[in-house]
């Protein structure tokens, strides 16, 4: 658990951070997990003169159930080609939702270039990580949040990454605060078809419908309070 910090300038306490957590009942539901959560805290300039110290947690979930659904279809094209050895795919064909908050001292708003500067982050995390190029929002859409918020969600995709299958990613970010923390909630999937060209063997090894996940994964999001 986090320690209480404090606003170095003028003593103002920073309450501790409450993680940006998905319901479990919808966890279990859809098929996804926890599979990690982290908290810090940092320092941020805020002016010349004032630094002060924020909060945070970070929490992943990982779809379960779309890496079944994969394991599957892939278990299935070998079957029907025949194939003597198993197929392996790389590890970030996967779908991911992570919630990022910051907690606040009381009263103070959260500049907006530190929230630019988080997405920038995560973004480039997930390009790295995941191999993607050309980014580029496609649609915006709003959401009903727990406490019955609003919340504006950005979607975007992907022209491909570099692996050999060219299939596309797809994913959204958005952002919400109240008066204590601001929270950042960034998810990503695969999009299209994973096809094979080895000869003899081609064809698809296994699909992903990105525009149905991307929805149901806006409804898990739904559910943070």
């Not at 995390?125 to 406490?147: F, G, K, P, V, W």
């Amino acid at each position: 658990m986090l320690v209480t910090v404090l606003f170095i300038s003028g003593c103002l306490e920073t309450a501790q951070t409450e993680p940006a957590t998905i319901d479990d009942a919808a966890l279990e539901a859809y098929g996804w997990t926890q599979v990690s959560l982290e908290e810090k805290s940092f320092e941020q300039n805020i002016t010349e003169s004032t630094t002060i110290v924020f909060n945070s947690t970070t929490v992943k979930y990982h779809n379960d159930r779309l890496t079944s659904d994969i394991n599957e279809q892939v278990l299935e094209f070998k079957e029907e080609n025949n194939l003597p050895v198993s197929i392996e795919l790389p590890e970030s064909l996967s779908a991911q939702v992570i919630t990022y908050r910051l907690t606040l001292p009381s009263g103070t708003k959260l500049p907006t270039e530190i929230v630019s500067k988080i997405l920038d982050s995560r973004m480039n995390e997930i390009q790295e990580s995941n191999d993607i190029e050309n980014i580029q929002e496609a649609s915006t859409r709003t959401i009903t949040l727990a406490d019955d918020s609003e919340a504006v969600v950005k979607i975007f995709t992907s022209s491909a990454n570099s692996t050999a299958s060219k299939m596309k990613m797809m994913g959204f970010f958005t952002t919400f605060s109240n008066e204590e923390s601001s929270t950042v909630v960034i998810g990503f999937v695969p999009d299209g078809k994973y096809n094979v060209d080895a000869g003899i063997i081609n064809g698809t090894v296994f699909s992903i419908d990105g525009e149905s996940e991307i929805d149901e994964m806006l409804e898990l999001v739904s559910t943070i309070e």
